[in-house]
């Protein structure tokens, strides 16, 4: 006797058994500020940093493409794979200053993040 339905229940059995649920992406409890970097935006797209500390950033990447992050002084993140994360040390910083994707088109597109330079974190 042909069973014509079994194969297709079976198949979506197999197939929502094999679908897992993206793993949460812990942030560092030490992390100064948790930056998540999307499709060509940042959110927030403004940090405010305490003057001349390092601070600890904790870089998520929620987009479907490479992002990181670079500032004009040479430092950057490294690269950062859609559905990953980094926590990286940036400064110390003595002015404010604009961070920017440099996946070529990114930057040019608007992905920038304003870095304000406050008064001393103490």
Do not use: K
């Amino acid at each position: 006797m042909p069973r014509p339905m079994l194969l297709p229940a079976l198949t979506a059995l197999v197939t929502l058994g094999c679908v897992a649920e993206p793993a949460a992406i812990q942030v560092p409890d030490d992390a100064d500020i948790v930056l998540v970097a999307d499709d060509l935006f940042y959110e927030p797209d403004r940090i405010e940093v305490p003057a001349g500390e390092p601070i600890s950033l904790h870089l998520r990447n929620d987009g479907g493409i490479v992002h990181d992050l670079v500032l004009d002084t040479g430092w950057s993140s490294g690269e950062v794979r859609p559905g990953e994360a980094v926590t990286v040390t940036m400064g110390p910083l003595a002015s404010s200053t604009t961070a920017w994707c440099s996946v070529p088109g990114h930057r040019d597109a608007g992905m920038e993040l304003d870095v304000l330079v406050g008064g001393s974190g103490s």
